[in-house]
Structure formats: structure tokens, C-alpha cells
């Protein structure tokens, strides 16, 4: 089987050789087939190694908190869904593009904003209220 590169967008694209792929018996149910056949995938990329991603893409995908990066910066994706060989490939190589793909567009910084006068009037106005219904609850108010 030729390993195909990785096409991630129209710019970037992932050689086959940064993409380590094995094949491992998969767990859980499955009757016998699950005991004599490899179809699970274990697929590695090393982000922080990877020549081909620009360096921010690189950046915002080692600061994401995802508990399938090591701490070397390596992805490891675990297919099995499927019972053969070929379609468990292409759900990890598919769960690669796509997160790949959510570390290429840069999060929008937020503009800081004013509350407007009237939001905080009206703040002030229910403060006033609230202070007004506690001042009549208070001990002396009943003596």
C-alpha cells in the first residue's frame, strides 16, 4: 500500500514520510476477527518537528490542550472504529487533516468595548432597588 501525501487546504500539504502509521489489533468486542487481525491504526506526526507546517500553524496547534499530544509535541491518533484495515487509515488520516486544519486559522482578537450609559444606569438603578428591599428586612425597621 503507497502512502499518499496528506492534502490539507489548497497551500498546505503533509508528505506521507512525516506520517508514521501501524497496525495494531484493535480492543473491545469483535468476535475472532478481533483477535487475528490488525486493523487498528495507531497514526504519530510530529507537529514540532514537521517541516511543512508554518511555524504559527505549528504554534497555536502545541498550545492546544489535547490529551493526544505527548509531551514531545508528537499527535498520536488511535483509529478503530471500522473493522478493516483501510477505512480505519482514512478515519486517522481524516481526524489529522481536520485538526491540522482547525490550527490554521488564527483566532480573532477581541476588541475591548465600554458599557454603554445606559447599561450602567440601569446597573445602578437595580443596586439601588436591591439596597433598598435589604435596607427594609433590617432589624430596626421592625422595632
Request: aromatic share 4%; proline share 6%; no cysteine.
Amino acid at each position: 500500500m503507497a502512502a499518499e501525501p496528506l492534502q490539507i487546504n489548497a497551500h498546505l500539504v503533509i508528505p506521507p514520510g512525516e506520517i508514521v502509521e501501524r497496525f495494531v489489533r484493535a480492543s473491545g468486542a469483535g468476535g475472532q476477527n478481533v483477535n487475528k487481525v490488525s486493523t487498528a491504526v495507531e497514526l504519530r506526526f510530529d507537529v514540532a518537528g514537521s517541516p511543512s507546517l508554518p511555524e504559527p500553524v505549528r504554534m497555536r496547534l502545541l498550545a492546544k490542550r489535547d490529551r493526544r499530544m505527548t509531551g514531545e509535541g508528537v499527535l498520536v491518533i488511535d483509529a478503530q472504529r471500522f473493522r478493516t484495515q483501510d477505512r480505519n487509515r482514512e478515519d486517522a488520516r481524516a481526524r489529522l487533516a481536520d485538526f491540522i486544519a482547525g490550527g490554521l486559522a488564527a483566532p480573532k482578537r477581541r476588541i475591548a468595548t465600554k458599557p454603554t450609559r445606559g447599561s450602567q444606569l440601569r446597573r445602578l438603578d437595580t443596586k439601588r432597588e436591591r439596597s433598598q428591599v435589604k435596607r427594609g428586612r433590617s432589624s430596626s425597621h421592625w422595632e
